[in-house]
């Protein structure tokens, strides 16, 4: 008879997958909870203990750490030596193993979970006999997944065992699920104990993409179950095409940028830089400024709300071509309005909270690891002789907030909560400044600046008052400040250093 050890902690479907087994000639052996649980079910069942003929101890610390259990799963079939090995020590086969882990990700996420809980659900066993039933893959079927008993009913049915293909790669899902398990236990351990010397990283397939920034580059999306605010993997889609590479970098970066508010806000966004974003007192009003602010770029951008977009909204919407509408929620009519355009993204995001990603970015032979831009200064202090109004004041930090998610070089125009111009990624900081005052036109006077970083030279300022800007926030710190400072008194601009840069590589 064959025999199958069955021990696991998510114990949906099992008992009907026992019985499965049992259909097919198995002797079931099983442990602890799930031998109660089986024979509930009314299935026969051997206990651990019966079959090793040792009791379980130390609180079922050990149960399955025993020599008929592991020679059982590792001796080879084809060996001589090994068969009389067993016979001599009457140890059995063990045909097939169904383990899964003790719950150590879900631990770490209960809220006042205490260190002591969280060490009590490290498995021990569990992987032990995974990694031994998958080493001998070449006779031994290992099941750690749910979704796998119906493909080995289904070859169990048809050819009265499983085959070596689907055994090696249920072995191979063993080594990932393992070096998963394993990855979060000492990235636990590192975060206690302060240390910093190996990075153990973990991500799960979410998504095969249809290629990468372009047509010839292979891409996949993974994700992390770490609890992040507005993580994309929590976004519900209501409708539309699957998110490729580009989009998915896109919808992340209009999610930062909406993380940074608090109030009602608008965010279009393209190729990963804001091209409008404006607070509004209604959904409406602040979709309306946002695309005011450039309605040129867009077209084919992303756009992100925190709040539920109404039919009025959604008419507005429609008219232009969007790639990617995110947002708290939809009225059941704009829905509709929004859904008559089969190709747009649609998404439901969750609501926003204090838990922001490490940022990890790939190099050649290596990442960079970082921690989540989430402050916006460390001061305002007014340096010039010209002070700043309430009202100005206010627009300065709705600008300081923005210019730090647009790609370095920055320079952002901003009037009223709405952004008037914006100049991304250039080599020198005045070029930026001209990008910016070029989109913005009339619209740069009266408004405000924000830089990601100080001003080398005074040149960026001397622009600033050609366009008749009235108030400049950026980080300070630069050997020639003064200058800056007195080109902003020679021209009655008021200035803020905020003494934190935002540089976005």
């Known amino acids: 008879m ?9 114990k949906a479907g099992v008992a009907d997958f026992a ?17 109660n649980h089986l024979r509930e079910a009314g299935v026969d069942c051997i206990s651990i203990e019966d079959y090793t003929g040792f009791p379980e101890i130390l609180e079922g610390r050990v149960k399955t750490l025993h020599p008929k259990v592991h020679g059982g799963l590792l001796s080879k079939r084809d060996n001589e030596s090994h068969v009389s090995e067993l016979k001599a020590n ?6 097939l193993i169904c383990v899964n882990l003790y719950p150590f ?8 979970v205490s260190h002591e809980e969280i060490i009590e659900n490290i498995d021990i066993g569990g992987p032990s006999m995974l990694r031994s039933a998958a080493k001998n893959y070449k006779f031994v079927t290992v099941v750690t997944d749910k979704n796998d008993y119906e493909i080995i009913f289904k070859e169990l049915e048809e050819k009265g065992e499983t085959c070596l293909e689907t055994r090696q790669r249920l072995a191979g899902k063993v080594f990932n699920k393992t070096a998963q398990y394993d990855c979060l236990i000492a990235s636990y351990f590192n975060k206690i104990n302060g240390t910093e010397e190996t990075l153990n990283l973990t991500f799960r397939l979410e998504d095969e993409l249809r290629y990468g920034e372009n047509p010839h580059q292979k891409a996949a999306f993974y994700v992390s179950d770490e609890e992040v605010s507005y993580a994309l993997q929590d976004c519900v889609q209501l409708h539309g095409k699957k998110m490729s590479y580009n989009n998915i970098q896109d919808a992340s970066a209009a999610l930062d940028i909406l993380q940074e508010f608090d109030e009602t806000v608008c965010v279009g966004l393209k190729h990963m830089n804001p091209c409008g974003v404006a607070t509004g007192k209604t959904v409406f009003e602040a979709w309306e400024r946002a695309f005011e602010a450039d309605p040129v770029s867009i077209f084919g951008g992303i756009v992100a709300i925190n709040g539920t977009i109404d039919k ?16 708290y929620d939809y009225e059941d009519e704009a829905l509709e309005i929004l859904e008559k355009k089969k190709n747009v993204r649609i998404y439901k995001i969750p609501k926003k909270t204090d838990k922001n990603p490490k940022l990890i970015k790939s190099v050649r032979g290596g990442i960079l690891v970082q921690d989540y831009d989430d402050k916006v200064y460390e001061k305002l202090e007014t340096v010039t002789d ?6 100005d004041l206010k627009d300065l930090e709705f600008a300081n907030k923005i210019v730090k998610h647009v790609k370095s070089n920055a320079i952002l125009l901003a009037k009223d909560g709405q952004t008037v111009g914006v100049g991304a990624g250039q080599m020198n900081r005045v070029g930026a400044a001209e990008i910016a005052f070029k989109q913005a036109g009339d619209k740069a006077k009266g408004a405000v600046l924000a830089s990601d970083a100080f001003f080398p030279f005074r040149d960026s300022v001397d622009e600033a008052a050609k366009h008749d800007i009235k108030a400049i926030i950026q980080p300070g710190g630069s050997i020639r400040d003064q200058e800056s400072i007195d080109a902003c008194n020679e021209n009655g601009i008021a200035m803020v250093f905020t003494g934190m840069r935002h540089f976005k590589h």
């Open 2 to 10: 064959k025999r199958a050890l069955i021990s696991v902690s998510d």
């Open 19 to 35: 019985k499965g087994l049992v259909a097919n000639g198995f002797e079931i052996i099983s442990t602890g909870g799930t031998l």
């Open 90 to 95: 009457e140890i059995g086969y063990i045909d």
């Open 105 to 112: 990700a879900e631990t770490l996420a209960k809220e006042g």
């Open 312 to 327: 009025e909204t959604a008419e507005k919407m429609h008219e232009i071509f969007l790639e990617i509408i995110l947002a």
């Open 386 to 391: 010209t002070k700043v109004s309430e009202e």
